[in-house]
């Protein structure tokens, strides 16, 4: 196989279960041009899923990645694909996941498993943070060669933008991958839509306490022999500050020409995320297709729900047994007016010497009614070819000492509050919670009467 065809999808969710006839639909209408299907598929999701529910894990989560897999499953139905793609790995930390699909003969191609994971929110906790894959994918020649995935969820707001870049340097610190031991385990779990509690927190049951720091150096995020691909929500915005009162009468619109004020070029001049990127602030060696699609972020709910009407409207093609379902064309932009319209959602990659990945594709989606945010999709091949390592890429900060303990005392502080959140909350945590006060009621009073 010369090349693998991969694409790579960020979504910002909602936090809500997304339609998968019309995520499917979506997605297809990205890639109308592209060549389909895919060797893998990479989903980056920020805001999977509520609070409670993605810092608990496990089962709480079943119900969100499942409804991802069915959008694959549906994907691959329209592709008119033979064989279904197998689920090579379902992890998330906090409220930031990913998941990874590949064609069976690519899947058998890949020789070991490696995960990464770390929270950049409050007290180091995963509502944001960085979860990521690194594979060992046999090529040929009977060698190997890195491909590394991340999802990423940066800090929110305007004036955040040395947040977003200290995020970015945390991430760097603290995101080293370890070994997964039982990488068929994974594949299988997620598919079957069993208890996937094990897949969320690989990285530390299979880190070794005597890790030398040399060892984490080389298994940080930045590697030089690696295809490396970190796509999320990254937040940054075409604006310092909120804006005015009066500035959504100048925001972009759908129907305006390169040479109208108001169309989307203009505002692409002042993205934080190429300004500080070439201060040399972020996103170190990475790079990014041109864009050349509009904002991003951020719809209001008039525009939400015109999406669900879209909804509507796929459906009824699939109830009328339509064979090829179409999304409708967007003729307005419905901009929330308290934010500045901005591509918080991308697609970044290492290209390396000599190996440059081919861009087909990079594009947004339509609005999803269960976010304020648009999909963005990058489509490439990858050229399967060992690379060796340069000195020309380097890590722009090193792993911090303690990243091990760090994670795993986020993890603790992420159950208690996912435990409190899920019981007060969820109308099933409260169910909880009064069947407990009503039990406790019910045995001091049993034990009072014998008394």
Not at 49 to 65: I, K
Not at 200 to 223: F, I, R
Not at 233 to 254: E, G, M, Q, V
Not at 296 to 307: D, G, I, L, M, R
Request: hydrophobic content about 35%.
């Amino acid at each position: 196989m010369g090349n693998l065809n991969t694409l790579f999808l960020t979504f910002n969710c909602g936090r809500e279960l997304v339609n998968a006839d019309y995520f499917a639909a979506s997605i297809n209408k990205g890639l109308s041009h592209a060549q389909l299907p895919p060797d893998v598929i990479v989903l980056s999701l920020q805001e999977i899923a509520p609070l409670g529910q993605s810092f608990l894990g496990g089962s709480f989560l079943s119900p969100y990645f499942e409804r991802f897999s069915q959008t694959i499953e549906k994907l691959n139905q329209s592709w008119k694909h033979d064989e279904r793609y197998e689920t090579v790995l379902c992890s998330n930390v906090g409220m930031t996941a990913l998941m990874l699909f590949a064609k069976p003969e690519v899947a058998r191609n890949i020789r070991g498993v490696q995960t990464a994971g770390t929270g950049v929110g409050a007290w180091e906790m995963g509502n944001k943070g960085a979860v990521g894959v690194r594979l060992a994918y046999a090529i040929d020649d009977g060698s190997e060669m890195d491909l590394t995935f991340v999802a990423a969820h940066l800090a929110p707001h305007e004036p955040a933008w040395q947040r977003r870049n200290l995020d970015w340097r945390s991430i760097n610190e603290n995101l080293v991958f370890t070994k997964v031991t039982d990488a068929e385990k994974t594949r299988s779990r997620a598919t079957n839509n069993e208890d996937v509690q094990d897949e969320t927190e690989p990285l530390l049951s299979s880190a070794t306490d005597n890790q030398h720091t040399s060892q984490e150096q080389e298994n940080g995020l930045m590697k030089s022999n690696s295809y490396i691909f970190f796509g999320g929500d990254l937040n940054y915005r075409t604006s310092d500050i909120k804006p005015h009162p009066d500035n959504h009468h100048a925001f972009p619109r759908c129907n305006d020409s390169p040479e109208d004020a108001t169309h989307y070029s203009h505002i692409m001049p002042n993205d934080q995320l190429q300004r500080e990127k070439a201060a040399g602030n972020t996103l170190h060696h990475l790079q990014e297709a041109p864009i050349n699609f509009a904002p991003t972020y951020k719809f209001s709910k008039k525009a939400q729900e015109q999406a669900a009407q879209m909804v509507e409207d796929v459906q009824k093609q699939i109830k009328s047994g339509k064979d090829a379902v179409t999304v409708p064309d967007e003729t307005e932009w419905h901009w929330a007016e308290h934010r500045h319209p901005s591509w918080c959602d991308r697609v970044l990659y290492l290209a390396l010497p000599g190996h440059d990945p081919t861009v087909h594709a990079y594009n947004s989606l339509s609005l999803q009614p269960s976010s304020d945010h648009k999909p963005v999709v990058l489509y490439v091949s990858i050229p399967t070819h060992p690379v060796e390592s340069t000195n020309d890429i380097k890590a722009p900060y090193p792993i911090k000492a303690g990243w091990k303990q760090r994670r795993e005392a986020a993890r603790r502080r992420e159950l208690a509050v996912g435990v409190v959140t899920y019981l007060v909350m969820t109308w099933e945590g409260r169910v909880l919670l009064v069947g407990a006060v009503l039990a406790i009621i019910g045995a001091w009073a049993a034990l009072s009467s014998l008394l």
